[in-house]
């Protein structure tokens, strides 16, 4: 219920007066609803079928005393004309009232979406690191389509409640004990369907635990899919889906079932309860004919409203679990903010001429302080406009030292300074924009090669595409691709080889124009030819840019001016490739002697 009070007072404060105005429509349509069935009263008069004259209604003397002033021939015919009027009425104002609702709830929700989205773009990476993405998907897809539907349900609930209101107010001016008499039983159906709330709040927090599920599986299943058809699995992963499909049924036909038995509980209930109403009405109230037939015809009409309020409740507590959801990955991604994103992007100028990259006593751990340090004390320094590189076995901390230097992550311990300057939350937005990254596993959006280059720079000329395309030597295959730069590459660039797609990603990275490229493996899936021409303009960029290569192989670093081993998180090595090379005891010789043994 926590969930649905904030979200509730986050639309009282975007919609504002609207929401007000749009309440007192309502007590307006309710109100004229009010008056037509008045008007049934005089209008049974003229025809014969009550005697209006005999009938303690309030105000019914005024009103009769109108209808008769009107001449006989035209007064059934006037009557009808106004019933009608106020209905035609009532219909026009409930459409506007219907719409402005509409344009409230959407409103709500095009803020909703646009600040979870915000909220997420601006979250720090470490957040990513303890939340699965198939949980913010899940949330951004089926938890907000459930918080539409509940906040529809609340702005619903609402309106029933005030033609509710209104119209028992109007029956208990008609008849105090009658309309009493059928409010307690009410009350008492209202206490005794308390069970079914339960149930519904129940199978709603099941929804949710299956929605994540679906929605993660189904997100691990087909980003391997490869895994999944080289190893002939797609069998036992549709005997998985079958299985969960049955469960999201499972769970449907529950909730539906609930419905309906609430459904049948209200109906059986309402034929005792008028049954019992007539006849307590007539034997022990003595009520006049027409009075209880007013009776009648409000509650006739107020009884599926109470049906109404008992379902829209049950699915309105079905769905407090999303409410509950968006609420907590707002209140992470509020802690873990690290930008402000309506700032302009220009206004986070990179720093001055950069002289070198200390790290001074760096220590990071993953998930907590109770794991293994991912990083422990690491001093080193690294040269600007020259080629550094970092190596080890996998594990050894050297992706988490990269990302210690963009400033993804805040070490445990120790700080990284540009040019003596320590990164921190000030800076480290300007610092980030001297960054372009390519990493082992590029990304590539379903769009075409231009647009997937000007994403870094979207006033870039033809001419700068196609350098930065010769640059990663990606030139030639994409000049011989159908449609040149306006090739659409598939998802995740699925139509391109995997070094096609390191090409590109390589050359979006240098069309961004870095003081600092850090290539992350980014030429793993390249042929010999295509590397060593990528390792030539790498050389030339020396005395331009910083450039730190993570490699794995160790002869595409050759050139670089700087080596730094990494093992189990620490610097153990570290000096030129010739130098580590000739410490024939060092870890760097036992790597280089296990790569040539292995070629």
Not at 251 to 263: A, D, E, G
Not at 561 to 588: H, T
Request: hydrophobic share 45%; net charge positive; with cysteine.
């Amino acid at each position: 219920m926590k969930g649905l009070i904030f979200y509730m007072k986050r639309m009282h404060k975007l919609s504002g007066s609207k929401l007000y105005v749009n309440l007192i429509v309502m007590m307006l349509i309710s109100s004229i609803e009010g008056f037509t069935i008045y008007l049934l009263v005089p209008l049974l008069g003229i025809t014969g079928l009550v005697q209006t004259g005999s009938l303690s209604i309030p105000f019914l003397d005024v009103v009769t005393k109108v209808v008769n002033e009107i001449p006989e021939q035209s007064r059934l015919l006037a009557m009808i004309g106004v019933y009608v009027a106020l209905i035609i009425a009532q219909s026009v104002v409930q459409r506007g009232q219907a719409i402005q609702g509409s344009r409230i709830q959407q409103a709500f929700i095009r803020a909703i979406r646009l600040e979870t989205y915000r909220n997420l773009l601006q979250a720090d990476w470490s957040m990513y690191l303890r939340t699965r993405k198939s949980d913010i998907n899940h949330i951004l897809n089926f938890e907000l389509v459930r918080i539409i539907m509940g906040t529809n349900l609340v702005l619903k609930l609402a309106t029933t409640m005030i033609f509710m209101g209104i119209q028992i107010t109007f029956a208990l001016w008609l008849s105090f004990k009658l309309t009493l008499f059928v409010m307690l039983s009410g009350l008492l159906l209202a206490v005794f369907s308390r069970r079914f709330t339960r149930r519904a709040k129940q199978l709603g927090e099941e929804t949710t635990d299956l929605n994540k599920n679906y929605v993660a599986s189904i997100t691990d299943h087909f980003n391997g899919i490869k895994e999944i058809k080289t190893n002939m699995l797609e069998a036992q992963h549709y005997g998985w889906f079958k299985a969960l499909c049955m469960q999201l049924e499972t769970n449907m036909v529950r909730f539906v079932k609930l419905q309906s038995n609430t459904q049948q509980f209200y109906k059986i209930t309402s034929a005792i309860l008028i049954g019992f109403l007539i006849y307590f009405s007539f034997e022990v109230l003595h009520s006049q004919g027409g009075q209880l037939l007013l009776i009648v015809v409000i509650f006739s009409r107020l009884w599926p409203k109470f049906l109404m309020i008992q379902n829209s409740w049950e699915s309105l507590v079905s769905s407090l679990p999303a409410f509950t959801s968006l609420m907590n990955l707002h209140k992470e991604c509020v802690e873990a903010r690290e930008m402000n994103l309506l700032k302009q992007q220009s206004t986070y100028k990179p720093i001055g001429a950069l002289h070198g990259i200390e790290c001074r006593g760096l220590s990071y751990r993953y998930e907590g302080k109770q794991s293994e340090y991912a990083l422990k004390d690491i001093n080193v320094f690294i040269p600007a406009r020259g080629m550094t590189a970092i190596v080890g076995k996998s594990g050894a901390g050297k992706s988490t030292l990269i990302d210690s230097l963009i400033g993804l992550i805040q070490p445990e311990k120790g700080e990284v300074l540009f040019d003596g300057i320590p990164l921190s939350s000030r800076n480290l937005l300007a610092i980030r924009r001297m960054f372009s990254f390519v990493s082992q596993d590029p990304f590539l959006f379903h769009a075409s090669i231009r647009d997937n280059l000007r994403l870094v720079d979207p006033d870039a000329t033809e001419e700068q595409l196609w350098e930065a395309l010769s640059f990663s030597a990606a030139d030639e295959f994409v000049s011989k691709l159908p449609e040149g730069l306006d090739t659409v590459i598939g998802d995740r660039g699925i139509r391109l080889s995997g070094g096609e797609r390191q090409r590109i990603v390589l050359a979006r990275a240098i069309l961004r124009k870095p003081s600092i490229l850090v290539l992350d493996e980014a030429t793993s899936a390249l042929d010999n030819e295509n590397e060593a021409r990528i390792q030539a303009a790498l050389e030339r960029l020396k005395g331009k840019m910083t450039v730190i290569v993570i490699a794995h192989r160790l002869s595409t670093i050759r050139n670089a001016d700087q080596v730094i081993v990494l093992e189990q998180g620490q610097v153990v090595q570290e000096g030129s490739y010739m130098q580590l090379s000739m410490e024939l005891r060092g870890s760097f010789s036992k790597l280089l002697a296990y790569q040539q043994g292995a070629m």
